[in-house]
T-cell receptor
Framework: AQKVTQAQTEISVVEKEDVTLDCVYE???????LFWYKQPPSGELVFLIR??????QNEISGRYSWNFQKSTSSFNFTITASQVVDSAVYFC?????????????FGQGTELSVKP | EAGVTQFPSHSVIEKGQTVTLRCDPI?????LYWYRRVMGKEIKFLLH????????ESGMPNNRFLAERTGGTYSTLKVQPAELEDSGVYFC???????????????FGPGTRLTVL
């Protein structure tokens, strides 16, 4: 089965706190791609990162970092020193390599609320 | 460069009526996808066009849904007749190149929020 689970439905933090959004995936494929998207209040999904299954290096982009661990099938997303503008719904997604059409398999999303 | 646009942004219709959603992908993008998010659940794939051809329509819920992409440019998704369970947010996305398209970034539109009463 191909599945993505984001167990945290809603998270609320106070500005400047660090927050980690969890993503656990299931796939039988050895080659696959993982994604994170952000959905701000304006509605469109904004691409944040793509990672392929052979690249387990963690990535940092400003206040954002991603921890990819194949051993636990997780691809967690951490926001350091959160800001009010980080408030959004965040989606983790999977594309198995065999799916040459590229359709994304999404998790349920985590709604992050950052309060001032 | 203009992003993916969708029209309308909101639609409220009564059960049994017909609604047509439109998506304009980024110019030059061969791949066009429709997705739907129902009631705060996960976003689910509906179908995928490559140019004007339906590549994968495995996610279409039933034959009340009809998608077209004439000329390989914009796409429409018609729901006829609409049912209560069709309510949700319909997203369109496009990506550029079909080679190893599993790795291609998909650019999403803002979605159409459909409410069926």
């Amino acid at each position: 089965a191909q599945k993505v689970t984001q167990a945290q439905t809603e998270i609320s933090v106070v500005e400047k706190e660090d927050v980690t959004l969890d993503c656990v995936y299931e796939t039988r494929d050895t080659t696959y791609y993982l994604f994170w998207y952000k959905q701000p209040p304006s509605g469109e999904l904004v691409f944040l990162i793509r990672r392929n299954s052979f690249d387990e290096q963690n990535e940092i982009s400003g206040r954002y970092s991603w921890n990819f661990q194949k051993s636990t099938s997780s691809f967690n997303f951490t926001i350091t020193a959160s800001q009010v503008v980080d408030s959004a719904v965040y989606f983790c997604a999977l594309v198995p390599f065999w799916n040459q059409g590229g359709k994304l398999i999404f998790g349920q999303g985590t709604e992050l609320s950052v309060k001032p | 460069e203009a992003g993916v646009t969708q029209f309308p942004s909101h639609s409220v219709i009564e059960k049994g009526q017909t609604v047509t959603l439109r998506c304009d992908p980024i110019s030059g993008h061969d791949n066009l996808y429709w997705y739907r998010r129902v009631m705060g659940k996960e976003i689910k794939f509906l179908l995928h066009f490559v140019k004007e051809s339906k590549q994968d329509e495995s996610g279409m819920p039933n034959n009340r849904f009809l998608a077209e992409r004439t000329g390989g440019t914009y796409s429409t998704l018609k729901v006829q007749p609409a049912e209560l369970e069709d309510s949700g947010v319909y997203f369109c996305a496009s990506s550029q190149d079909r080679k190893a398209s599993g790795s291609n970034e998909q650019f999403f539109g803002p979605g159409t929020r459909l409410t069926v009463l």
